[in-house]
């Protein structure tokens, strides 16, 4: 399954509490369009975040992250290079 990468900016740094709302909001849609997360990267100063999922395409993950009224700068497909 396609590797699909999730690029955010925040105006102010999120506090755990909203990362996690945010998650708990999205879990639902997941599995409605196929859907699974993988992993996040928080940066240090807490502005920016990258998250990867596994989906069927971009446009799946960009579904779910609407839905869930999670905000984002951009969706891309990509390749894992290990």
Known sequence: MPCIIVERT?????????????GLRERPCLELYGVAWRR????GDRLRMVCQYE???AE??????????NGFDRVWAGT???
């Open 55 to 57: 989906a069927p395409d």
């Open 10 to 22: 925040f105006e102010s740094p999120p506090s755990d509490e909203d990362l996690s709302a945010a």
């Open 40 to 43: 996040s990267l928080l940066s």
């Open 60 to 69: 799946s993950v960009r579904k779910v992250q609407r839905e869930a009224g």
């Open 80 to 82: 894992v290079i290990e």
